[in-house]
């Protein structure tokens, strides 16, 4: 029998932990059980790959609430516990021990885990994966003795990896198989910006290339490179993507997308699932999005804060969209970036800039052939994300000449 007055979710995640929160806040007097596999508090994951990296701050920066937040609202933590299995149809949830909880609500938020390399030497000591706050002090610790280092991936925690260990004095190699750096997020025009800054910072790139394994024996000495070359390296960091954890929805017989429809637990704008009372946040939700008219699904901070609160409203029987327009933001050496928006993979569109990037602050937006504005990036150009939301918000066409013109209010283009 469910206990109608218990709310369960699985993953003690940024998303898993705002939901809890927003519960409480929205007015919901039940239980509420959140369960992690790590035995740490939960925490954002942002301050991993920029402060820490840097080795100016410890991984304790990244909590997100100490215990005693949880205590005085009631939020019952179970952390370094792994949920098995999940039974729609009977409300339960069952445990690594065989034990099961009962639930009304139930919302799966496990977020994602880093792909790995399957190449010879991908077990040596010395090759680094950058996710979870102790791999991200592993690797912080790893930085101080100033190692060759090489990154495999061009993108966001490639980057940020990248910048942390030139800033502090290692030599860095970024291997990427993409032509450019961010080639599939922000296109070969901008993403080459990106590339040619980290090589003004000392970067050196091999783009065009992709990594058949990993040479040493006690620990890693070098990456093997297509073609057979060797390059030197005393510590290597991996930054390939991530994957959804999607199985305990999958096992459970609630829809998942496929890898070729983008993956993540399919859901409403509202976030239920295709299981009665089951809910999805942050990183493995794959969800209508009511302004976009398509599936959506977002890997970042700010979309499990979003998500989190929406999803809670939503469980609670409130009239509740998720219609956050996507954002992203990143820190590298002394540029600051903040994206908003999203740009299906496959989509034509025409890039228009507004200022100069040689200057070193400007802004990018992408548009579709109608000259909508699917998306829009600034480089320490401060306070105009708000205004490039309510470009993409407005669905209104735009004229590019004017958009690139700086003289024009963003607010009148």
């Not at 999958?250 to 998942?256: N, R």
């Not at 299981?275 to 942050?282: E, I, R």
Request: proline share 4%; with cysteine.
């Amino acid at each position: 029998m469910a206990d109608a007055e218990q709310i369960v979710i699985v993953g003690a995640s940024l998303a898993g932990a705002t939901a809890a929160g927003a519960l409480r806040t929205e007015g919901w007097n039940g239980g509420i059980v959140l369960i992690g596999s790590e035995n740490a508090l939960p925490y954002e994951r942002p301050p991993l790959s920029k402060g820490v990296l840097l080795g100016k701050d410890q991984t304790a920066v990244a909590q997100l609430h100490d215990q005693q937040w949880y205590d005085e609202r009631n939020i019952e933590l179970r952390l370094g516990t792994t949920v098995t299995a999940i039974d729609p149809a009977a409300h339960t949830v069952t445990l690594e021990d065989g034990s099961q909880l009962s639930y009304g609500k139930l919302l799966i938020a496990t977020g994602s885990r880093v792909r790995t390399l399957d190449v010879p030497g991908a077990e040596l000591p010395g090759v680094h994966y950058l996710r979870t706050a102790e791999e991200a002090q592993a690797l912080t610790d790893a930085y101080a003795a100033k190692p060759r280092v090489v990154v495999v991936g061009a993108g966001w925690i490639g980057l940020e990896a990248a910048s942390a260990a030139r800033e502090r004095g290692c030599e860095v190699t970024v291997v990427e198989p993409q032509s450019t750096a961010l080639a599939s997020v922000l296109g070969q025009e901008v993403g080459e910006l990106f590339a040619e800054f980290h090589r003004q910072h000392g970067v050196q790139f091999r783009f065009g290339t992709g990594v058949e394994g990993f040479e040493g024996t006690d620990k890693v000495t070098g990456v093997k490179v297509a073609g057979g070359e060797v390059i030197p390296a005393d510590l290597v960091v991996v930054g390939v993507g991530v994957r959804p954890n999607t199985e305990l929805a999958e096992k459970a017989g609630i829809e998942v997308a496929t890898p070729e429809n983008g993956s993540g637990i399919v859901t409403g704008a509202d976030l239920q699932s295709s299981a009665a009372d089951v809910y999805a946040a942050g990183d493995v939700v794959r969800w209508d999005h009511p302004l976009f008219g398509r599936s959506v699904r977002v890997e970042h901070w700010q979309n499990a804060i979003d998500t989190g609160n929406t999803v809670a409203k939503a469980m609670l029987g409130q009239d509740a969209a998720h219609d956050a327009i996507p954002y992203f933001f990143t820190d590298q050496f002394d540029l600051g970036m903040e994206y908003a928006g999203d740009v299906p993979r496959g989509t034509t569109y025409q890039v228009v800039f507004r200022g100069d990037p040689k200057s070193g602050a400007y802004l990018v937006f992408w548009l579709d052939t109608d000259h909508h504005v699917l998306a829009g990036m600034h480089v320490n150009t401060w306070d105009t994300i708000d205004a490039v939301r309510d470009l993409i918000r407005s669905g209104k066409q735009v004229d590019p000449a004017r958009l690139a013109d700086a003289s024009v209010e963003l607010s009148e283009v």
